[in-house]
């Protein structure tokens, strides 16, 4: 249950961020594209370039400890970004979907190695930080 409402805290309670982070890492061009991993690591995702190239897409990979019931299991390999398409330098715009519901969300390269998830839905905001792996 832990992993499905940080899920569902990454994919359904997200809004435009109202300020971005950033490093020198990411503004160096640094890309977000590869495999990331929940701070507790109970949950990976990939994150890839899709549509014309510029867009990005991030599906659910792997679940472990915990998060890995049988309910959970069913939403490996969906979409849980599809086709965000960049706001501003390391940061993207687009829609996000998981168990069926779906949001407006952000992502952000704060770093080579960190992205983070933040936005805000009916009043309750969350950031969700992701390690690269």
Known sequence: MRLIRAVMAVCCLLTPMTA?????????????????????????????????????????????????TPANIRLLNDYVVANAIQAARNSWHGVVRFGGQTAEGDIALVSQNTITVSGCRLGMCKTLQFERV
Request: glycine share 18%; proline share 2%; hydrophobic share 40%.
């Open 20 to 68: 971005a982070v950033g490093t020198a890492d990411a503004a160096s061009g640094a890309s977000p594209v590869g495999s990331w991993q929940m701070l507790d690591g109970q949950a990976r995702v990939r994150v890839t370039m899709c549509g014309d190239g510029t867009q990005l897409c991030a599906l659910l990979t792997g679940l472990s400890g915990g998060a890995r």
